[in-house]
């Protein structure tokens, strides 16, 4: 079945550092491809997405770029900042199954300090 | 601004209580979600709807049932609470590609 894989955290960095939370995922065919955030005591809010191979999604700063020969979808903002602490899923949306099932990695936490 | 509204923020249930999450949409979606956040396990799929009085089991159906007897209301039943259901509960809602969540409801079964 489909599966997102993403790094572990917490992963703690200073304000304006170089920030990249890795994604792999397993599935069939080509699958859409999100990062959703969630910021502390909300819910998850879309934060960019892909639907096909090459493709870039960008937000706030932050991008991802769908690479369907390594089956990637890193998370990259070239100047953190303290307000982009959150915890940051990777997701996919498969072709298979009804209903516009997401699968979702496991989330990595991202603490940015002064 | 499209909103999902889930009922309780904090809920504290004893064990074998049946106990009710509502969610509802205000976007005419037609599908919705329910999830369960865990440490370290990301978001799981409990149940799904994809339309009113339509539901399928997602990954992790085992002790709870779903209900959606209006297009905007879905809601999450736990038929006897156990504390391995403690956890976070996130409903969600959808047309095409994008989800829609609401805030959560933390749930802590004693």
């Known amino acids: 079945g489909d599966s997102v894989t993403q790094m572990e955290g917490p992963v703690t960095l200073s304000e304006e550092a170089f920030l990249t939370i890795n994604c792999t995922y397993t599935a069939t065919g080509y699958p859409s491809l999100f990062w959703y955030v969630q910021y502390p005591g909300e819910g998850l809010q879309l934060l960019l997405k892909?639907?096909?191979?090459?493709d870039k999604g960008s937000n706030k700063g932050f991008e991802a770029t769908y690479r369907k020969e390594t089956t990637s979808f890193h998370l990259e903002k070239g100047s953190v900042q303290v307000s982009d602490s959150a915890v940051y899923f990777c997701?996919?949306?498969?072709?298979?199954?009804?209903?516009?099932?997401?699968?979702f990695g496991t989330g990595t936490q991202l603490k940015v300090e002064l | 601004d499209v909103k999902v509204t889930q009922s309780s923020r904090y809920l504290v249930k004893r064990t074998g209580e049946k106990v009710f999450l509502e969610c509802v949409q205000d976007?005419?979606?037609?599908?919705m979600f329910w999830y369960r956040q865990d440490p370290g396990l990301g978001l799981r799929l409990i149940y799904f709807s994809y339309d009113v009085k339509m539901k399928e089991k997602g990954d992790i159906p085992e002790g709870y049932s779903v209900s959606r007897e209006k297009k905007e209301r879905f809601s999450l039943i736990l038929e006897s609470a156990s504390t391995n259901q403690t956890s976070m509960y996130l409903c969600?809602?959808?047309?095409?590609?994008?989800?829609?969540f609401g805030s959560g409801t933390r749930l802590t079964v004693v």
């Open positions: 997701a996919l949306r498969g072709l298979t199954g009804g209903g516009n099932k997401l699968t």
């Open positions: 976007m005419d979606h037609e599908n």
């Open positions: 969600a809602s959808s047309y095409g590609i994008g989800y829609t």
């Open positions: 892909a639907t096909k191979a090459d």
